[in-house]
């Protein structure tokens, strides 16, 4: 099985990934932990590509083909191999931040963001991808030193939250929004009673 978790700047994603491995670690059930972009040799050397400050000069083009070419790697390196073998796969984030920031936020396009990620995500879809759905006026944005994606405007981010709502109308039920408690524990909660549900996890 394969599980993404997407959602926009500072909404506690990077938290949420943390308890669920904490859940999963104490009930004994192995997965495999990844990033977007990154975890490759190779992802990793082009994640610090798009996230340096410094690379002002980048076009939006080279942008959404970088996080595609960090995607197609590590597909093929680890998320392939992993579900061939019948592992647990969590992604921390997909092709849907490809589409929301590059496609809605940077304004190319869903259509041709879907089509850059074709080859590179090879059929390989999650089962199911958890949205943790908090609006950037709502989220934690801002509480940490920015990247060059995290510099972007209120404007930007409006766009990628947009985005990521007009996905989960066209998923089909893949992408489930989870609305976070106040409290990170409840949020854990509902997450995994979700993934039960859904026979990914015990
Ligand atoms: P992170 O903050 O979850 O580490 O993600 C890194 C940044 O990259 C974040 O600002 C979202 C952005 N991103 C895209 O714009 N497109 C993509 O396809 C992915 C995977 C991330």
């Given at each position: 099985m394969f599980v993404s978790f997407e959602g926009c700047e500072g909404v506690g994603k990077s938290t949420q990934l943390r308890l669920l491995k904490e859940y999963l670690e104490k009930t004994g059930q192995h997965a495999v932990y990844v990033r977007e972009p990154g975890s490759t040799?190779?992802?990793?050397?082009?994640?610090?590509?798009?996230?340096?400050?410094?690379?002002?000069?980048?076009?939006?083009?080279?942008?959404?083909?970088?996080?595609?070419?960090?995607?197609?790697?590590?597909?093929?390196?680890?998320?392939?191999?992993?579900?061939?073998?019948?592992?647990?796969?969590?992604?921390?984030?997909?092709?849907?931040?490809?589409?929301?920031?590059?496609?809605?936020?940077?304004?190319?396009?869903?259509?041709?963001?879907?089509?850059?990620?074709?080859?590179?995500?090879?059929?390989?879809?999650?089962?199911l991808t958890v949205f943790i759905d908090l609006s950037p006026e709502n989220s934690w944005r801002g509480h940490r030193a920015a990247d060059r994606l995290e510099q972007e405007s209120n404007e930007f981010f409006d766009k990628v939250y947009n985005g990521f709502n007009r996905e989960i109308e066209a998923s089909n039920g893949r992408i489930v929004a989870v609305k976070p408690d106040i409290d990170k524990n409840v949020t854990s909660q509902k997450i995994i009673s979700l993934m039960r549900e859904r026979g990914i996890i015990k």
């Open positions: 040799a190779i992802s990793e050397q082009i994640r610090n590509v798009i996230l340096d400050k410094s690379n002002v000069a980048m076009t939006e083009m080279t942008e959404a083909l970088l996080y595609a070419a960090s995607r197609a790697q590590l597909v093929r390196e680890v998320i392939k191999p992993a579900l061939e073998k019948g592992e647990l796969v969590i992604c921390d984030r997909y092709v849907d931040s490809s589409i929301a920031y590059q496609g809605y936020g940077r304004e190319l396009g869903a259509g041709l963001i879907r089509r850059i990620n074709e080859p590179a995500v090879d059929d390989c879809m999650p089962d």
